[in-house]
């Protein structure tokens, strides 16, 4: 494949462009090459602006559920545009996807809408903390909640993949207040607990790690989560930005039927436009200013066009038995690189929980923490997503970012997909 148009824009954006980039984990340092720039998309497929095409399993990072250019997403989206872009005022959509969350997530009582995952995140936690008048948080040790300062401690996704889990610019004093636990382990949690419990203001999990890879929680590891907030008074958020809509349609708590007192959503509810959301308890929600004590804002929160696109994509993935096919579309895929994996005999194994999937270059038979990780084969990783590249499938080009499959992936997608996998196992030495 020819990528010359990638390199020249590439020379381009590093002018003006810091890493020439909008995002860190689009630069592809851990993986090696140049940037892809992609002009387009169209289904379960991307076009680069060398003409390539490939079969997509990036989805933007999860928001393109439906694949690319999904009618029903356009069709709202061109609806909306007769009538404007924004005012800075209530819509009546806004009132609808409100409803709508809090229908299909019933432990949100009341959702604000924000911007983007970071804003969901970072306000959610003032909100506990304003709440409960604690100033200590608990994270996880590979989790990413967004680039807010008191989160960029041992964080995932971009920073793991630099490298960098912690950032320069963060205050000491902020960092302090962050305690960084290990995920999975709990023990861990209930030692830390009963030590410092009374202190805590809130635990913020991803339900589902997504930003290490995809490392699902283990039996116990929620519901612990659950109790000790239960019995020291503090706020469970559930960082849902990338598993909310992704995995069910009331998101990963609904799968383990564990009940956050607030949620941060973003991605899907936004149809691949700029959003976020956070909710929860309504007596908790009730400190969000304008009448309560917690402020937050946002220009842009709840803006027409990411509404109008989040609606039809909440009715979309609202069909019956949606996710049992995107379940069964990423089964089907899976199982077939594990099989060619072992005729190759390459050392893999994958997590996957409905739509959302995760590769390991490991010995283990199944990945359950950071370590586990931590210990997988870097330059494999980095051979397989090249020749997958090459051979027109799309991947996030770091190890440490889960898979996504869309509604849009079909058989003669996933063939594709496995033609291109039994290639790369077979150049893994
Ligand atoms: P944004 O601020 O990037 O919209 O969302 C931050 C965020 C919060 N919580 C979770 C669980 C997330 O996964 C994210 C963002 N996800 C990454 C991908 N793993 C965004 C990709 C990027 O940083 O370019």
Redesign the pocket.
Known sequence: MKHDRSRELFEQAQTYIPGGVN????AFKSVGGNPLFIKGGEGAYVIDSDDNSYVDYVGA??PLILGHRNQSVLAALSEQLKAGLGYGATTEAEVEIAKKICKFVPSLEQVRLVT??????MSAIRLARGYTRRDLIVKFEGC????VDGLLVKAG??ALTLGEPDSLGVPKAYTDLTHVLTYNDIEGVKAFFKEHGERVACIIV?PIA??MNCVPPVPGFLETLRSCCNEFGSVLIF?E??TGFRVALGGAQSVYGVTPDLT?L??VIGGGLPV?AFGGRKDIMDHIAPNGAVYQAGTLSGSPLAVAAGLAMLDAVSAPDFYDKLSATAETMLSGMKERADAAGVPFTTNQVGGMFGCFFNKHDKVTSYADVMAGDSAAFQTYFHIMLENGVYLAPSAF??GFVSSAHGTEEIQLTLDAAEKAFNSIT
């Open positions: 995002s860190p984990v689009r990072y999860g983007s995952g970071t804003e969901a995140t990413y909640h967004g680039h996704s971009g991803e997504g930003n960082d930005v990338m941060a973003g991605k976020g970012e889960a």
